[in-house]
């Protein structure tokens, strides 16, 4: 079972629409972690859920508060940095959310959703474009790195910046972040070689040609409540 995620993480509306966009090219529905209110048009067919941001001054009910008022039918929380704490279940529990995906299982096998404290669904991470690009020391962007036909349930955990620049390094990254909201001078740091881009795109195409189903993240939280551990 495949889960297509992304942590909207504050991206301008030009490079969120483009992530949007892509994936509407190759109808593929995704879960949208996000940060903030934005203008990009994400339908239905893909999920919104939200990405909190603990470090920001504010107390963390009134965070969730202000994100569940922009997105009041999220389901699902993923924290930024995948901070977790266990007092905030009581308070995901009380604004409605099922689930959380915090817990990053990094290219594991045999993954599965496991219950945490107040009915919270916790839905481990497979892989994130973040880590793969710091940890890999010769990072080669093909899908033979990620072991995809392994068992258990594989969500992919990617960011619009990174999809935008084709990010290959976290150096070049770095270089490129005091721009992060200027999508025109962001341009000028876009890799032309294998990167993150290049290796999104791969995994779409796979997921096409292979005519895979992929699964929103309130989609496993609903099969796991009524079915069971067993279906995913």
Not at 43 to 54: D, S, T, V
Not at 76 to 89: A, F, I, K, N, P
Request: aromatic share 14%; glycine share 4%; proline share 3%.
């Amino acid at each position: 079972m495949i889960s297509i995620t992304i942590d909207v993480d504050w991206a301008h509306d030009e490079i969120l629409e483009k992530c949007v966009s892509i994936l509407d090219e190759y109808k593929i529905s995704a879960t949208f972690f996000c940060t903030h209110k934005h203008n990009v048009h994400i339908g239905n067919n893909h999920e919104l859920a939200i990405h909190p941001c603990y470090n920001c001054g504010e107390s963390h009910e009134k965070t969730i508060k202000k994100l569940m008022e922009i997105y009041p039918q999220a389901k699902g929380v993923r924290s930024h940095c995948l901070y977790t704490y266990s007092r905030l279940y009581p308070i995901y529990e009380k604004y409605g959310l099922e689930y959380e995906s915090n817990y990053l299982m990094y290219k594991q096998k045999g993954i599965k959703p496991f219950k945490m404290i107040n009915n919270i669904l916790q839905i481990p991470i497979f892989f994130t474009d973040d880590t793969y690009i710091a940890i890999s020391k010769k990072a080669s962007f093909e899908l033979e790195d990620i072991n995809l036909k392994s068992e258990g349930l594989k969500v992919f955990d990617f960011h619009p910046i990174h999809i935008f620049l084709n990010t290959k390094d976290l150096k070049t990254y770095q270089k490129a972040k005091k721009y992060y909201h200027k999508p025109e001078k962001l341009k000028d740091f876009y890799n032309e070689g294998e990167g993150i881009y290049s290796l999104f795109m791969k995994l779409l195409n796979y997921i096409k040609t292979n005519s895979i189903r992929t699964y929103t993240m309130n989609e496993i939280n609903n099969i796991w409540r009524s079915k069971g551990c067993d279906e995913i």
